[in-house]
């Protein structure tokens, strides 16, 4: 990707639902899905989909551990796998992630996150090998809890296609 002349940019819809539910619809270029719920991880785009279940992958597992620690402000478990850099100015609020250790520090560099309050504004993934992926939050909803219906349809059962 480091190759490419323009940045790849797509959009979307993030939802955190803790402790351990997060999804990530991309709605453009293409559409796919990537959804974690529990034990499940599950990848659906146009050409299928694919699960992983994370009790029986270790590298998966950390993975996964590592982003719902992130998504949760868990900062004890952040402090345990990254040094942690905080910087505040009123409510404006900046965090650097540096991970500690493999296999985490073998690929990335650092994670910046730009904050107001309780909304998280801008998260910057930089790899070891220069490439960056950005992603800017907008219309961020910190305290809606999700109906039963919503949550039916963003975490299906196993299988089923999750849905925006």
């Known amino acids: 990707i480091a190759l490419l002349d323009l940045p790849l940019a ?3 819809v993030l939802y955190f639902v803790p402790p351990r539910r997060f999804a990530r619809f991309v709605t453009l270029p293409a559409a796919s899905a990537f959804v974690i719920d529990g034990d499940r991880l599950e990848f659906h785009d146009e050409t299928g989909a694919d699960s992983v279940d994370l009790a029986g992958n270790r590298v998966a597992r950390a993975i996964v551990d590592h982003m719902i620690g992130l998504w949760s402000g868990d900062l004890p478990a952040l ?3 990254y040094g942690v850099d905080f910087r505040a ?3 404006r609020w900046t965090i650097e992630l540096r991970p500690l250790r493999a296999p985490l520090d073998q690929v990335i560099e650092r ?3 730009e904050g107001d309050g309780p909304r998280l504004l801008q998260m910057q993934l930089v790899e070891r090998g ?3 992926t950005r992603t800017t939050f907008s219309k961020t909803e910190v305290d809606r809890e999700l109906s039963a219906p919503e949550l039916a349809r963003i975490f299906p059962p196993a299988g089923a296609t999750p849905r925006p």
Do not use: K, P, V
């Open 10 to 12: 797509s959009s979307g």
């Open 79 to 81: 402090r345990e796998h």
């Open 89 to 91: 100015q009123g409510a």
């Open 111 to 113: 994670i910046e996150l």
């Open 130 to 132: 220069g490439d960056h």
